[in-house]
């Protein structure tokens, strides 16, 4: 079987992660969008090609998609032309047809398939990739002192300090810097030449490459650029009081994100003063910065 991918639909509307990236250049597990999803359909013996190589029987599957690959692979077997829906009718891929509103059949998944349009949909794309992890690999140096538990891969060069706590799955990348006492936890994943503070904590998000978390901060269910520096004590907050989903602003618009725990999502470049205080579901663009004690309530874009 043949499979293509396509341009994505609502890139924008992922800012400021996909601010100065094509959305399929995001990291989810330290990979590329892009190879992450060209890897598992070809180990499932699909070969990728270009749009213009593409046939009556090839997939063409949106970029800004995430797919179970039992679905793709049902889609894949259907004789007519035919568009792959999640269980709210939403397109997630097709074929046979240029247009998926053209396609003879309509295949419905209940599935766990989702389109990316919002950039908390790409910290759900990475916990569902991060969990699907089966075994640990440390390359890097981990202190007698620290405590590694679950699922971890540790890059070359990296190093977990004394006292830290690391629960995976958990991905670190190469040359990255834990501790001494930081605790990370949940589905996270860490790019290569970041630093970790003392007393730091990461829970559930995505830290890009080259990044600087100072001691104390707390980083919960957030997407963090590259080249950030958090002063410390930058805190998220990331769980609403009353127990409902956080509501994010995507172009003046309020969006229900559906999740009830929600960080923030912090643009390259950024840089925080100490104690700056961030509300869930906000938004800061790259490059801006904050001032010391700061409390951010609404997105800086």
Same mark, same amino acid.
């Given at each position: 079987m043949q499979a293509t991918f396509l341009p994505p639909y609502h890139s924008v509307l992922c800012?400021?992660?996909?601010?100065?990236?094509?959305?399929?250049?995001?990291? @989810?597990?330290?990979v590329p969008m892009i190879d992450l999803l060209s890897a598992e359909l070809t180990r499932a013996?699909?070969?990728?090609?270009?749009?213009?190589e593409a046939g009556p029987r090839t997939l063409r599957i949106p970029i800004d998609t995430w797919i179970e690959l039992g679905a793709l692979l049902m889609l894949g077997r259907n004789e007519k032309s035919a568009r792959l829906c999640d269980s709210d009718g939403v397109v997630l891929a097709w074929k046979?047809?240029?247009?998926?509103?053209?396609?003879?059949?309509? &295949?419905?998944?209940?599935?766990?398939?989702?389109?990316?349009?919002?950039?908390?949909?790409?910290?759900?794309?990475?916990?569902?990739?991060?969990?699907?992890?089966?075994?640990?690999?440390i390359v890097g140096? #981990?202190?007698?002192? $620290?405590?590694?538990?679950?699922?971890v891969?540790?890059?070359?060069?990296?190093?977990?300090?004394?006292?830290? #706590?690391?629960?995976?799955?958990?991905?670190?990348?190469p040359n990255t810097q834990i501790g001494p006492n930081a605790l990370i936890r949940g589905a996270t994943s860490i790019g290569a030449n970041c630093y970790i503070g003392h007393g730091a904590e990461v829970k559930n998000s995505? @830290?890009?490459?080259?990044?600087? @978390?100072?001691?104390?901060?707390? @980083?919960?269910?957030?997407? &963090?650029?590259?080249? #950030?520096?958090?002063?410390?004590?930058t805190r998220t907050e990331n769980h609403r009081h009353d127990g409902r989903n956080h509501v994010s602003m995507v172009r003046g618009n309020e969006v229900n994100t559906e999740r009830t725990k929600v960080g923030t999502f912090i643009g390259d470049g950024v840089r925080t003063g100490v104690?700056?205080?961030?509300?869930? $579901?906000?938004?800061?663009?790259?490059?801006?910065?904050?001032?010391?004690? $700061?409390?951010?309530?609404?997105?800086?874009?």
């Open positions: 800012a400021p992660i996909t601010a100065n990236r094509e959305l399929a250049a995001c990291l @989810i597990a330290n013996g699909f070969q990728i090609v270009e749009n213009a046979g047809e240029e247009s998926p509103g053209d396609c003879e059949e309509e &295949i419905r998944t209940e599935a766990g398939c989702f389109p990316i349009v919002y950039p908390w949909d790409l910290l759900r794309m990475n916990e569902e990739v991060v969990a699907l992890m089966d075994e640990s690999s140096e #981990v202190s007698p002192l $620290a405590t590694i538990s679950g699922s891969r540790l890059g070359q060069g990296s190093r977990i300090l004394p006292g830290s #706590v690391v629960e995976g799955p958990v991905v670190i990348g995505i @830290i890009y490459p080259n990044t600087y @978390i100072s001691r104390h901060c707390y @980083i919960g269910d957030s997407i &963090i650029g590259s080249h #950030v520096t958090l002063g410390s004590g104690n700056t205080s961030i509300e869930a $579901a906000v938004k800061i663009g790259v490059g801006r910065m904050t001032k010391p004690g $700061a409390v951010i309530d609404k997105d800086l874009m």
